[in-house]
């Protein structure tokens, strides 16, 4: 019998796009547009702040790291661009308060995230866990698992998520499909309103076109009233994304073994924190090196390359 760890680490094993999923082909004028972006983060000499905010030494700066190289992908620098409808400026600045956000947070140290993240994540109220027939990532929110004190919050614990579902796509896939699971009894009390606004401003500001779906299932009324509440500071185009009380097996986006039965599918893996936290962080890990030493062997380190090139499926 496998263990709790064995079928973890198989759920979390990266998913190689269909061959037949060619790179989706930009027009001339967008190709161009982000060739400019690319060379306005090669100039000789192109450093950022290494913070922000009050706290920060606005004097102490930094040239691009391996990973921030890693980061501006030509498929990273296209979602910014097509985010501010094709304007050149508009991406360069949205990129480079990404990354000064990035520094601040300390986003590229996934060991000091996972230290700082760990403590609210023992219930499993929010993981990674799984793909959809298209390779994304499946991230779960159970909020009914909360039981993090309210002033003790922080919207930082799904941006982590978000980050490990990233490590965890091949070349190809860009996006995740996120499930909101409410079903059971609630543990705690329901997220404040001033973090669920901060988590949607990170993500709309930070992770542009990183969402393919978002599911909300087994909504009670006072959820209903609490999305109404949030739903006029989400982006249009958010919007179209959000599923309530759909069938996700029957909506034909995944397959009933990759869903947890709990949430309409077939898969059966009740929350151990202990095998799946180290698992998952091992599994991602494992990724970037893979990813990073991919990166290396393709020449001098230059922003803009295509994630088919170093962030590849292990065979």
Same mark, same amino acid.
């Given at each position: ?27 001339? /004028? ?5 060739? !400019?972006?690319?060379?306005? +983060?090669?100039? /000789? ?27 501006? #992908?030509?498929?990273?620098? %296209? ?10 400026? @508009? ?13 601040? !947070?300390?986003?590229?140290? %996934?060991?000091?995230? #996972? ?6 994540? $023992? ?23 909360? $039981? ?6 922080? @919207? ?9 579902? @990233? ?8 996006? $995740? ?21 901060? $988590? ?10 990183? %969402?393919?779906?978002?599911? +909300? %299932? ?31 097996? @029957? ?10 039965? !709990? ?7 009740? =929350?151990?924190?202990?095998? =799946? ?29 295509? !994630? ?8």
């Amino acid at each position: 019998m496998s263990s709790s760890a064995d079928i973890v680490k198989r759920l979390l094993a990266p998913r190689a796009v269909s061959s037949s999923a060619s790179p989706q082909v930009q027009s001339e /004028e967008t190709e161009q547009k982000v060739l !400019e972006i690319i060379a306005h +983060f090669s100039e /000789e000499g192109y450093d950022l702040p290494v913070t922000s905010g009050p706290e920060g030494d606005a004097e102490a700066r930094a040239p691009l790291s391996e990973r921030e190289m890693i980061f501006l #992908s030509r498929e990273g620098i %296209l979602r910014f661009l097509l985010a501010v409808k094709g304007d050149v400026t @508009a991406a360069i600045a949205r990129l480079e308060k990404t990354l000064i956000w990035r520094r601040t !947070e300390n986003v590229e140290d %996934l060991q000091a995230m #996972s230290d700082s993240c760990e403590p609210e994540a $023992t219930t499993g109220k929010n993981i990674v866990l799984g793909y959809t027939k298209h390779s994304r990532p499946i991230i779960y929110f159970f909020p009914n698992r909360n $039981t993090t004190p309210v002033e003790r919050r922080r @919207a930082i614990h799904a941006i982590f998520m978000l980050e490990r579902a @990233a490590d965890l796509m091949t070349g190809g896939v860009g996006d $995740t499909m996120v499930v909101f699971s409410f079903i059971g009894k609630r543990s705690g009390q329901p997220t404040s309103i001033s973090v669920a606004r901060e $988590t949607l401003h990170i993500l709309s500001e930070y992770y542009p076109e990183k %969402l393919h779906t978002s599911h +909300f %299932l087994a909504m009670p009324w006072v959820v209903k009233a609490f999305v109404n509440l949030m739903w006029p500071f989400v982006d249009a185009n958010t919007k179209k994304k959000v599923r309530f009380g759909e069938d996700i097996v @029957a909506s034909g986006e995944v397959d009933p073994g990759e869903l947890l039965k !709990e949430c309409g599918g077939d898969l059966e893996s009740p =929350y151990d924190h202990q095998s =799946y936290w180290s698992t998952m962080i091992d599994a991602c890990k494992e990724r970037r090196e893979d990813q990073l030493r991919r990166w290396r062997a393709l020449g001098e380190p230059q922003v803009g390359r295509g !994630e088919r090139l170093f962030k590849v499926a292990p065979e």
